[in-house]
């Protein structure tokens, strides 16, 4: 990505407020197409605000909300989706008895014929979950399968090829890695790179560095609602992420008083 590209997606110095509880303030960060924006922060970092936020489910504020460099107030979720922005929470709501190809459509199947004669296109819908999945890299078995039979990696993978079939240029992946092992986190991992390789923007939530650092492109460190800082991938390193986001100094600080509390 070139560094002049417009962003798809960009926020400035955005803040939250619920009564006298501060969930954000002057929060920065930006995404383009065919990159990979990594937010990282512990518990209670902001990251679930920051995500309704860029998802159109909360307003900031205070701040800018920017899309294709042009400042907008998002009316919710569904405007967010109708501009290209789509949100796969950890959750990922599919219905696990229900096939993979149910679950790729979910409301949006294809059909054939009109009026009283119009029903449900099965085989189109078949072909284009398998199609969409394998231009992703996803090579599933049989779209007949039931998706809660499926490791958690592909859940994850078949509701990425979902978001993008469905026409999304910006994917916000809420924690996709939290609950898998390193074989599946790997994976996800690989499919939100041949996302971003085909043109996506992506912000990848996670508390995990060594997740973020091997697909980000650009890394925003959250810590209790305000920033720690925005860098590129050529500004910081793997160690240093880790270091930020245990807490640094404090961490330091911590090893300093056990060490003196220790017995001898």
């Known amino acids: ?39 990282l922060g512990d518990n209670g970092a902001g990251k679930s605000t920051l995500i309704k936020i860029l ?12 899309i294709d460099g042009r400042p907008v107030r998002l009316a919710g979720p569904r405007e967010a989706l109708d501009r290209g922005i789509a949100t796969v929470y950890q959750d990922l709501a599919m219905v696990p008895l229900m096939p993979i190809w149910r679950n790729f459509f979910l409301g949006s199947e294809p059909t054939k014929g009109r009026g009283p004669l ?20 996803i090579d599933i078995r049989d779209p007949e ?18 978001a993008v079939h469905f026409g999304a240029r910006l994917l916000i992946l809420d924690e996709p890695t939290s609950a898998l092992g390193v074989k599946q986190a790997g994976v996800v ?24 650092y091997p697909v980000g492109d650009r890394f925003v460190l959250l810590k209790r609602g305000r920033s720690l800082g925005d860098f590129a991938k050529s500004e910081v ?7 930020l986001m245990a807490g640094g100094a404090e961490l330091e600080e911590l090893g300093h008083e056990l060490e003196q509390s220790s017995p001898t």
Not at 189 to 212: C, E, F, K, M, S
């Open 1 to 39: 990505m070139s560094e002049c590209s417009t962003p798809l997606l960009e926020v400035r110095e955005i803040g939250k407020y619920f009564g006298s509880v501060i969930a954000l303030s002057g929060i920065s960060m930006a995404v383009a197409a065919g990159q990979v924006c990594c937010v």
């Open 55 to 66: 998802s159109g489910v909360f307003p900031p504020d205070t701040g800018e909300y920017l």
């Open 118 to 137: 119009r029903r449900l296109d099965v085989a189109r819908a078949k072909d284009i979950t398998r199609r969409e999945l394998a231009d992703l890299g």
């Open 145 to 162: 399968q039931p998706v809660g039979t499926l490791s958690g990696g592909e859940r994850q993978s078949v509701a990425i090829a979902r």
């Open 189 to 212: 991992l690989r499919y939100i790179v041949q996302a971003r390789d085909r043109g996506l923007a992506v912000v990848l939530i996670t508390h995990n560095p060594h997740h973020a």
């Open 237 to 243: 390193g793997l160690a240093e992420v880790t270091r």
